[in-house]
C-alpha cells in the first residue's frame, strides 16, 4: 500500500511573498547604483559636495572682508604705537633718560620690522604657474583653472587661482600665502610676537602704577572724612582747598586731570587686553607654522602627509617627506641664507627673493645630476 503526500502551496506563500519583494528591491537598489556609479565616489567627496554652498558663502565672504582686515590690523598697531609715545615714552624718560635711549632704539628697530614685512606680505604676490608650455613638470591638472598644476601647487577657492607652494588664503593679509611671500607672513608674526613681548615688558610696571595702585589709593581716600577748610577731591586723590575768589564755573567747564588720568588708564588697559590676545593668539600660530616650516612643510602639505603617514602606516611602512632636508637646512632654505646670504638679511629689512622659482622643488630622492639650473642651484645651497 502507497502512501500519498499532499503539499498545499498556500502554507509556502508568505514565504514566496517577502522572497519575491526581496529580489525586486534588490534590482532596484542595483538599478539605481548603476545609474548613479561613480568610481571615485567616497564620503569626503560627498561631505564636500554637501558643503559647497558653505565653502562658497565663507569664500566670498573672506574676500570681501580682506581689506577690512588689513585696515583693522593698520589701526590696531597704530593705536598700540600712539599710546606707547603719548604714556610709555614720558614716563621711562623722566624715570631715566639714559635707560630710554636703547629703549627707543630697539622698539623702533622693531616697529620697523613689523611695518616693513606686513607691508611685503600684503603687496607681494604669492606667485602663480605661468601659462603655456612654461611648466616642464606637472602633478596633475587643476579641474578649476584646467591648466597643468607644478609640485607643490594648490588652487585657492578665494583669489580663483592656482598657487605655487601654497599654505593659505590669509585674511589679515587680503593675500595668499605662497612661494613669493611666505618668509614675509611667517617673520611678521614673529616680530609682531616680539614687538608685542617688549611693550608688555617695559609696560608692566606702568600698568601697576598707574593703574592698579591707583585704584586702591582711590578707594584709601574715599574713607577719609574732611573737615574745617572746604576742599575739592579730585578722582586722582588730589585734595584741592577752594577759597572765595575761585571761579567755579571755570574750574568745572576746564578739563580736569582727573579726566586726562581716566582715559590714560583706560588706554592702559587696553594696551593690556589686546597685548595678551595677540601673544596668545599670534604666538600659538607661530609656533605651528614654526613646527611646519622645521619639517619642510606647508599647512596644506602637512594635512596631505598625515595621510600618507597613516595610510602607509596599515602596510607597515613609513613615509618620508620629499622636502625635507632637516630643521637647520630647511630654515635657511626658508629664510633665503644661501649664496652669501647672513643674518642681516633676517635682522634688517630685506626684500630678497626664495630659492628657487616654485616650479622645480628639489626633493630628498632626487638625482644630484639634474640638468635643470633651478635644481642645480638649489643642491649647491644645500651642499652648503
Known sequence: MTMVRFHWKIFSLPQRLRDWVSWNYQNFVLTVRSLTYNHFMNSSYASDVVLEPMIWFVDNFTKFLGPFFVACVIALTSSVVAICYWIGLPYWWEKSPIATIPILIIGHWLLIQIAFTYYMGVITPPGYPPEGSLI??????????????????????????????????????????????????????????????????????????????????????????????????????????????????????????????????????????????????????????GKLISRGETSIEANINKKERERLAKYKRTYINPYDFGKWKNWMLFLGLVNGRGWRYVLLPSAHPPVGNGLHWKTVHSDSEDSDDDCNTLHSCLSN
Request: net charge negative; proline share 5%; charged share 20%.
Open 136 to 289: 616642464t613638470e606637472a602633478v596633475s591638472i587643476c579641474k578649476k583653472c584646467i591648466a597643468p598644476k607644478p609640485p607643490r601647487t594648490h588652487h585657492c577657492s578665494v583669489c580663483n587661482k592656482c598657487v605655487l607652494k601654497m599654505d593659505h588664503h590669509c585674511p589679515w593679509l587680503n593675500n595668499c600665502v605662497g612661494h613669493l611671500n611666505h618668509r614675509y607672513f611667517y617673520t611678521y608674526m614673529a616680530w609682531m610676537c616680539i614687538g608685542v613681548i617688549f611693550v608688555i615688558t617695559f609696560g608692566l610696571e606702568i600698568l601697576f602704577k598707574e593703574v592698579i595702585s591707583g585704584y586702591f589709593h582711590e578707594e584709601e581716600l574715599e574713607d577719609i572724612e574732611l573737615e574745617g577748610h572746604p576742599v575739592r577731591v579730585s578722582k586722582s586723590g588730589a585734595i584741592i582747598p577752594i577759597t572765595e575768589d575761585w571761579d567755579l564755573s571755570e574750574i568745572n567747564s576746564s578739563p580736569s586731570k582727573a579726566d586726562e588720568t581716566a582715559w590714560r588708564r583706560r588706554c592702559i588697559v587696553y594696551v593690556a587686553l589686546l597685548c595678551t590676545g595677540v601673544i596668545f593668539a599670534l604666538g600659538a600660530l607661530t609656533i605651528w607654522h
